[in-house]
């Protein structure tokens, strides 16, 4: 296959609405492929890269060389290109980094440069997610998606999954199975509305409602002596984490997989900001910084234990078991009910203590990886600001032609900081209204950017507040999202930086 094929079959993703069609254009794809491309290829149809990190970004893609006339690049040689990026450190690497990129982006065409850009920079939104993608390899494999979704429970990256599928059918995906020191995708909670939504599909039996906490995500392997640690997004953090690493080393088990969050307390015994566990949990300096900000871990669930796989049993066994070999205080906060006033009860106690909210969790369910379920609700304070929209970027894919992520601002003083961007929320209504109502207010224009008379007030909702060097006002905003643009405000009556910052619990 060549990249130009790829490209065009994303560009026709992004470009449908329905579902099925998406998948059918997924499944045509990887259909044709050569049996040894077909883990690179799934795996960029997924909007994902097999590299880990590549030391690229917007600010080093900026300037690329002009594109090629024609297209000669195969999925294999990109990726072969991004695997040697991703080698390069030390010494005359920057030097290296950028020829490397005129090497690569100089043989891409003008599409295929804008689908490397969005690639690898994790702007690929084609509308192509993990769970098409895995109905696309069963219809092009001709196996059941079961088996599919099975066998990708324990696969790190899609692109093996398909490469199994499409080579040995149903047969190969039998070899995916949990196994210690090996991977495994978690399993994610559904937001909820509030407390009632989150018990509305349990017919009032009883539920397991744990504190939500804002840390990092960690799944911790144990075979004998060896640990591994690992994040939600199944990188390897084991030597930077020490702590956690000796923490699970004492406990009196031969192999355990466990499933839980770290983050840094305060003395008060209060979460930090995100960005210190974050900052922490990611350091390659973790012996010099553990003394100062330690990692607390908290464990929730419980895999695997001593040779037995737990992923089938209901919630209530593996939470027993979970506590059997865990002491207490690294066991996430957990209470069983069944009454919502006991729960919406916890929720204000756990959001007293100044974590994020709560998860309630299905005693009956199993161990659902890599799957978004009902099993697992989360239920989090809903947060809401009116800022300014300071400008807008044009879209891509099904959007293109439109107007769609807006840059929002809080007002500082006399002027105007940014906190950040979103296109979330938007409906297909609001995208038209937008873009008319921006190119009214335009003012200039810089690449994909419309810069905006600042006046249009928008209500967004967010997760919370965040330190950010990025952008001006020193704060962002956690998965900010459209509520509704309000036409009652004037830019005047828009919420504060401070009160951000006051949101944050990061002072002013």
Known sequence: MRLADLVRTSTAVAATRSRLEKRHLLAAALADVDPDEADVVATFLSGQLRQRRTGLGWR?????????????????????????????????SRQSREAAVVELF????????DFLRRLVTGELRQGALDALLLEAIAEAADVPITAVRRAAMYSAYTGPVAAAALAGGEAALVD??????????????????????????????????DAKLDGVRIQVHRA??????????????????PEIVELVGTLGVRSVIL????????????????????????????ETLRGATPLTSYFFDVLHLDGRDLVDLPARDRFALLDS????????????????????????EVLARGHEGIVVKDLAAPYAAGRRGAAWRKVKPR???????????????????????????????????????????????????QT???????????????EVRPEQVVEVAFDGVQRSSRYPGGVALRFARVLRYREDKTAAEADTLDSVRTIGGLGT
Do not use: C, Y
């Open 106 to 113: 100089g043989r891409a065409t003008a599409p295929e440069q």
């Open 176 to 209: 995916f199975r949990l196994q210690v020191l090996r991977p495994v995708r978690p399993m994610l909670a559904s937001p909820a509305a509030d407390v009632d939504a989150a018990l509305d599909d349990l017919d009032g039996a009883q539920v397991a409602v």
């Open 325 to 348: 070999v865990l002491p207490a205080a690294a066991v996430v906060p957990r209470r069983m009910m069944a009454d919502a006033a006991d729960v919406r009860a916890f929720f204000d």
């Open 60 to 92: 080093s893609l900026g300037s690329v060389p002009e594109p090629a006339d024609e297209p000669t690049l195969a999925p294999l040689q990109v990726d072969a290109a991004l695997e040697a990026l991703s080698q390069l450190s030390g010494p005359g």
């Open 436 to 450: 008319q109502r921006f190119l009214e207010l335009e003012t200039g224009r810089h690449g994909n950017v419309v």
């Open 259 to 286: 499933d839980g969050e770290a983050l840094v307390l305060g003395a008060d015994g209060r979460p930090r900001p995100f960005q210190e566990t974050g900052a922490r949990a990611l350091s390659r300096d973790a």
């Open 224 to 241: 004998g002596a060896e640990v591994m640690v690992l994040t939600r997004s199944l990188e390897d953090i084991t030597e930077r984490v």
């Open 383 to 433: 947060h809401t600001l009116d800022l300014v929209v300071l400008a807008v970027e044009w879209g891509s894919g099904r959007r293109h032609g439109k107007l769609s992520n807006i840059h929002l601002g809080a007002r500082d003083g006399d002027s105007l900081v940014m906190l950040g961007k979103t296109f979330k929320g938007m409906t297909d209504e609001m995208l038209a209204w």
